[in-house]
């Protein structure tokens, strides 16, 4: 049996990067803030996480794109696409 879970995700897009926060995975525990070598990570103003306290929110100007807070999430509440390596899947799809 197949269960599928729809996640609540806050998305925030350049045209570098697609930076996605799972909310419903979200236990705002802040390792993400904590590890990020360009502190560009805080507590967001008004998303709630999973136990209603505050989620993550990045700067996207600030970003460099690394990928720590989504290799460091005990909960991979945060996913991030650069746009780069996904036209390449692209091109390698539609060949």
């Given at each position: 049996m197949k269960v599928k879970k729809d996640f609540k995700t806050y998305r925030k897009e350049n045209k570098e990067m697609i930076y996605d926060n799972?909310?419903?995975?979200c236990k705002s525990c802040g390792l993400c803030?904590?590890?990020?070598p360009v502190n560009c990570i805080k507590y967001h103003e008004k998303n709630l996480g999973r136990f209603?306290?505050?989620?993550?929110?990045?700067?996207?100007d600030i970003c460099i794109k690394c990928?720590?807070?989504?290799r460091i999430c005990p909960d991979a509440a945060i996913s991030?696409?650069?746009?780069?390596?996904?036209?390449?899947?692209?091109?390698?799809v539609n060949k």
């Open positions: 799972h909310l419903d995975l803030i904590e590890f990020c209603g306290s505050p989620a993550i929110d990045a700067d996207l990928g720590m807070c989504e991030i696409e650069i746009k780069k390596a996904r036209a390449k899947k692209e091109k390698v």
